[in-house]
Every structure is written in structure tokens, then in C-alpha cells.
């Protein structure tokens, strides 16, 4: 007779086999919603770029979601810590990444995707708007679309990521970022099987992030169909670091910068390092009844360790990985959250319009108070009416492994024991479920370095050759 573990393994295997899809989000006025439950959906999330920017390769058949071994590693690791969103910036449309989104798919982790990259001509350039906005560049982010379009747990696009980060681009820059969403929403919408939300990722800069919000999220003419207006507005923010007040992170300000907003709003990144280990204090305040009445939660940067030290989780180039003490912090910290307080809505929220464009809304004398958007250039239009050539089309398909297969390790150095994904019903999104991770670990054996992960951290962990990809794949 089986024994209850290995049954209990059994179950979530054959669980784990069938093509569960998690319910799609909606943005409805202020909120994002659970297209089935109606619940308010918070994002509880971290940023997912192993390698940073310079380790994205095109070409190379690998980018964050393109090797179902590690994904499901991460995937392990980030359902225990809680979240429920990952923001992945740098994406290679033309590679493979079905068991991923599958695998993230299976344990309530929804995507929210940048559709540029950091290479020449993949992204607006502030210094030469018109020579980048082009039909290379659409047919770009267009195959984006294209490759994660039939994903139910892809919760949205950004067209943009902090495209002004000093005043003088204020004056040239916002028409070009509203050009680029209407391209992209008018894509979907003659090419996808369903909405799919386009929102835009900003800098904290004071004294343009008024504006930035204004003009982007308002609608030209008064039209609800505006196409060119943003779905949601993330903020790339670092104003709190360590143990401060509400007031002296300067969250109060934010608060009263968005307070009348109409559409969901967001922190696209957060967690500032300068204080270490970080506490993770503002994660209570983000979270908390001041906040979320008029934002929607917040993505942590970031899951992996890099040069620049905001990592949760050190990855190797072996596919092993140790936990380090930032991700047991914060994974106290979101279970401490009141979730069903979260995911209460509001019905006046969620019934909120946008105001119609009017440069009585622009307050800085030198942003953009014109909203004569560019015209879309030559070539793009073709790509809008009929698609792009030959698109990489994505779908969900079955995940038949569960357990992760290489060692991981806490933060005390123990190894983990009986890492795997739980697959969760197909309504359900992932929340932090009070499990600690210090907690499940075996003690390293003494006098023992076979059990410690090998060699130094990689660029975020990833395969250094597509030999490696082929060595870890499911």
C-alpha cells in the first residue's frame, strides 16, 4: 500500500497534468477584478530578471521564461514567498516559452510583461522619438503580443518604462508613449482572443510624475474607447528605506498625487536597499487601509541576485539556489497581510470613467499640453490590419512535473526539503499562506561542500550556453 506521502505526490502530479488556466484580470475603473469571482485582485509581486538587462541575449533561444526547469525551481520558491505577480522586463518573442507561462500558470502567478528590451531599436529613444518610432519597431513589440497573447495568467502589457526621467523630456516624450499604447491595444484588439490591459511604468520623479499621470491617463475627446489612454500606471518607486514613517517616506505625497485616480495604480517596482538586511517596512504601508484605497499593491525589486544587491534568492550557474535573508523577511512580511480585507472591492471604484483630456490638466509649465498624437508610421498600419509575419504563438500546455529537481537551499545554508509547485483550482491566484521557509530546512551536513551550491552566482543564475538550457530542460 502507498504511503500517504508518496500519495499525496501522486495527486498533485496527476493534478499538476491537466491544463488548468487561471482566471483572466480585468481593469474595471480604479481596481484590477477577477473576471470570474469579481474579487479586487492586489498584486503582490516581484520583479523576475535573472541576469539583469545585460544578460539578455536574443538570439540565443534563452531569456527569464524560455526553461521550464528553472522556472519551475522559481516558481516553487516565489508560490511559498506569497506572490502573485511577476514583472519580466527583457523578452525574446521568438523563443519558446509555453512550459513557463504553464508552470506559473498552474500555481496562480499572473505575468506583467514589458514589451521592450534594452538593445538598440527595441525601444522608444527619448533623443530621437521620430527615428524610433517605426514599423521595425512595432513588429517588435507586436510579436510580444503575439507570443504571450493566448496566456490566461498574463495580466498586461507596459508600453513604456520610465521613458521620462528628467523635465525636459516631458515636453516631447508623452504623445509618443501614447502612441505606442494605441498601436498595441488596437493590435489586440484585432488579434488576440481577448482585452488585454496596456499600462505604462514611470520614474519617481516628483516633479514630473503629476503630469506624467495626467496625461496619459485621461481620454482624448472625451472617448471611453480612447485607445491611446494607459489601462493602469505602475511607479517605479525607492522614496522608503528602512524604518520610516508614512510621512517620511513621502508616501503620503504619492497618495495625494493619485487620489483622484480612474484607473489602477501601482508601485512597478520597490524596496529600497540602501538599509540592509532590508526589513521590508513598507510593505505593511503599501498594503495598509492608507494605500489601497487608491493603489493596487507593488512589485518588490527584484527575485534575483545581481551586481546591483536587491536580490531575494542567489542563483548559480548549476541551477542550484540559496535563499538569502531578504526573502524570509519579506515573506513575514506578507503573512502578516490581511488578504480578504484585499480583496474586498469598491463598488464606486471600480465605476469610475476617466476625465477627458484638457491641458487644464497639465500643471508643470514645460510638459506636454498638446494631445495631438503621432500618426502611426509607415508600414505599421498593414501589421495592425493583418498581424505580423509568421508570429511565435504561445499556449498552455500540461505540466507533468512538479517536484524541483535540483537542491535549494535557506538561508541558515540547510537544504530544502520537498521544494515543488502546489497547483492550485483554476479560479484561484496565489497568496502568501504563512508557510516559513527557515523553517523547512534540513541543517547542511558538517564538514560536508558537495551540499553547498557550486561555483560563484552566475549572471542571475541562467544557463551560460544553450548546452545548459538542453541539460536542465523539462
Same mark, same amino acid.
Given at each position: ?30 481596481? %484590477? ?70 508552470? %506559473? ?83 489586440? +484588439? ?12 514611470? +520614474? ?28 493602469? !500606471? ?31 495604480? %501601482? ?13 521590508? !517596512? ?68 471600480? +465605476? ?47 505540466? =507533468? ?36 521557509? =527557515? ?19 552566475? +549572471? ?15
Amino acid at each position: 500500500m502507498p504511503s500517504a506521502s508518496k500519495l499525496l505526490v501522486t495527486l498533485f502530479t496527476l493534478a499538476a497534468s491537466f491544463v488548468a488556466a487561471v482566471q483572466n484580470i480585468d481593469v474595471r475603473g480604479s481596481e %484590477f477584478v477577477n473576471n470570474v469571482t469579481s474579487d479586487r485582485f492586489q498584486i503582490i509581486g516581484v520583479a523576475y530578471q535573472p541576469g539583469g538587462s545585460a544578460g539578455f541575449n536574443p538570439g540565443s533561444g534563452v531569456d527569464p521564461l524560455s526553461n521550464g526547469t528553472l522556472c519551475l525551481r522559481d516558481a516553487a520558491l516565489m508560490q511559498r514567498l506569497g506572490v502573485n505577480t511577476i514583472r519580466v522586463y527583457n523578452l525574446d518573442p521568438s523563443v519558446n516559452h509555453d512550459m513557463c507561462a504553464s508552470i %506559473f500558470n498552474s500555481v496562480g502567478i499572473y505575468l506583467l510583461l514589458d514589451v521592450n528590451s534594452p538593445l538598440p531599436n527595441d525601444s522608444l529613444n527619448p533623443g530621437d522619438l521620430t527615428g524610433s518610432y517605426n514599423s521595425a519597431y512595432l513588429n517588435r513589440i507586436f510579436g510580444v503580443v503575439e507570443a504571450f497573447k493566448n496566456y490566461p495568467n498574463l495580466l498586461g502589457f507596459f508600453s513604456g518604462n520610465e521613458v521620462m526621467q528628467k523635465i525636459g523630456e516631458g515636453s516631447t516624450v508623452p504623445p509618443y508613449v501614447r502612441a505606442v499604447t494605441r498601436d498595441l491595444k488596437n493590435y489586440i +484588439a484585432n488579434h488576440s482572443p481577448r482585452k488585454i490591459p496596456v499600462g505604462y511604468s514611470a +520614474a519617481d520623479v516628483r516633479d514630473i510624475l503629476p503630469d506624467s499621470f495626467a496625461y496619459l491617463s485621461c481620454d482624448i475627446d472625451g472617448q471611453s474607447s480612447d485607445m491611446s489612454r494607459i489601462d493602469f !500606471f505602475g511607479l517605479n518607486s525607492y522614496s522608503w528605506c528602512g524604518d520610516l514613517t508614512f510621512q517620511e517616506s513621502s508616501y503620503d505625497q504619492l497618495i495625494q498625487i493619485f487620489s483622484n485616480t480612474t484607473i489602477p495604480i %501601482f508601485f512597478s517596482e520597490y524596496g529600497c536597499n540602501d538599509v540592509q538586511p532590508r526589513q521590508f !517596512f513598507e510593505v505593511p504601508a503599501v498594503y495598509g487601509a492608507e494605500m489601497t484605497g487608491v493603489m493596487s499593491g507593488g512589485i518588490i525589486y527584484e527575485y534575483s541576485q545581481e551586481p546591483n544587491d536587491f536580490g531575494l534568492v542567489d542563483l548559480y550557474a548549476n541551477g542550484t539556489a540559496a535563499l538569502l535573508v531578504d526573502y524570509d523577511s519579506l515573506q513575514r512580511r506578507y503573512n502578516e497581510l490581511d488578504i480578504e480585507r484585499l480583496q474586498s472591492g469598491n463598488a464606486s471604484a471600480i +465605476a469610475l470613467q476617466s476625465p477627458e483630456c484638457s491641458s487644464s490638466l497639465i500643471m508643470g509649465g514645460g510638459f506636454a499640453k498638446s494631445f495631438e498624437i503621432p500618426s502611426i508610421p509607415s508600414g505599421g498600419q498593414p501589421l495592425i490590419d493583418n498581424g505580423i509575419e509568421n508570429p511565435n504563438i504561445g499556449k498552455l500546455v500540461p505540466v =507533468t512535473e512538479t517536484a524541483v529537481p535540483m537542491d535549494v537551499y535557506g538561508s541558515n545554508g540547510g537544504l530544502l526539503r520537498d521544494l515543488a509547485i502546489r497547483p492550485l483550482p483554476q479560479d484561484q491566484s496565489n497568496i502568501p499562506n504563512g508557510q516559513d521557509t =527557515t523553517g523547512s530546512t534540513s541543517a547542511s551536513p558538517s564538514g560536508s561542500t558537495s551540499d553547498s551550491p557550486s561555483g560563484t552566482s552566475s +549572471a542571475g543564475g541562467m544557463p551560460t550556453s544553450t548546452s545548459d538550457v538542453g541539460q536542465l530542460a523539462i
